[in-house]
Antibody
Framework: QLQLQESGPGLVKPSETLSLTCTVS??????????WGWIRQPPGKGLEWIGS???????YYNPSLKSRVTISVDTSKNQFSLKLSSVTAADTAVYYC???????????????????WGQGTLVTVSS | QSVLTQPPSVSAAPGQKVTISCSGS????????VSWYQQLPGTAPKLLIY???KRPSGIPDRFSGSKSGTSATLGITGLQTGDEADYYC????????????FGTGTKVTVL
């Protein structure tokens, strides 16, 4: 069974770049079946999708975060990573990585859901 | 601000049934499959329902999903204390701001 584990600094200073890595075990990140996604949840609030990547490097990003987000994949390490630049206190959240199932019909996505999730890691933005 | 609206909370006694609504539009629920997630306190969300009404392996049939037009519903029968959690709907939004969207979340309380 696939397992995902987030890792990275728990404290980031305002204006700096948040960097997290998700390590996939129990299967290959190069599977043609999955995208790999990042979701975050500010304390006491709801879920927000950040973006997702295919093993080939193809990405989808949340339009509201797109200007600050970069998601990359390292198939040799079975990992994918998130970088969020110019962070503020509003970026304080638990960050989850997850398997993202996407079905594309023509050029339209008709199915999108998150299967297995990592346990999450809290990132606090503070000086 | 989420484009999928859920009631903030629902409650019922053990053994009873609750339903949670998820209201969207033609750019999301109206033309895409809906999924549902359960988030127990202090844990990561878990997939409950995908493709509107399918349950992953290990999810009991007390949980059910349905969709009609631009709304979806999660039903929980035989409510148990262990069902006390936050529940989120989700789908892809194909509008100009395309991407996966989650509902506002609903807290289920077992009385």
């Amino acid at each position: 069974q696939l397992q995902l584990q987030e890792s990275g600094p728990g404290l980031v200073k305002p204006s700096e770049t948040l960097s997290l890595t998700c390590t996939v075990s129990g299967g290959s990140i190069s599977s043609s079946s999955y995208y790999w996604g990042w979701i975050r949840q500010p304390p006491g609030k709801g879920l927000e999708w950040i973006g997702s990547i295919y093993y080939s490097g193809s990405t989808y990003y949340n339009p509201s975060l797109k200007s600050r987000v970069t998601i990359s994949v390292d198939t040799s390490k079975n990992q994918f990573s998130l970088k969020l630049s110019s962070v503020t206190a509003a970026d304080t959240a638990v960050y989850y990585c997850a398997i993202h199932l996407i079905t594309i019909f023509g050029v339209v996505i008709i199915r999108s859901y998150f299967d297995y999730w990592g346990q999450g890691t809290l990132v606090t933005v503070s000086s | 601000q989420s484009v999928l609206t859920q009631p903030p909370s629902v409650s019922a006694a053990p053994g009873q049934k609750v339903t949670i609504s998820c209201s969207g539009s033609s750019s999301n629920i109206g033309n895409n499959y809906v999924s549902w997630y359960q988030q127990l306190p202090g844990t990561a969300p878990k997939l409950l329902i995908y493709e509107n009404n399918k349950r992953p392996s290990g999810i009991p049939d007390r949980f059910s999903g349905s969709k009609s037009g631009t709304s979806a519903t999660l039903g929980i029968t035989g409510l148990q204390t262990g069902d006390e959690a936050d529940y989120y709907c989700g789908t892809w939004d194909s509008s100009l701001s395309a991407g996966h969207v989650f509902g506002t979340g609903t807290k289920v309380t077992v009385l």
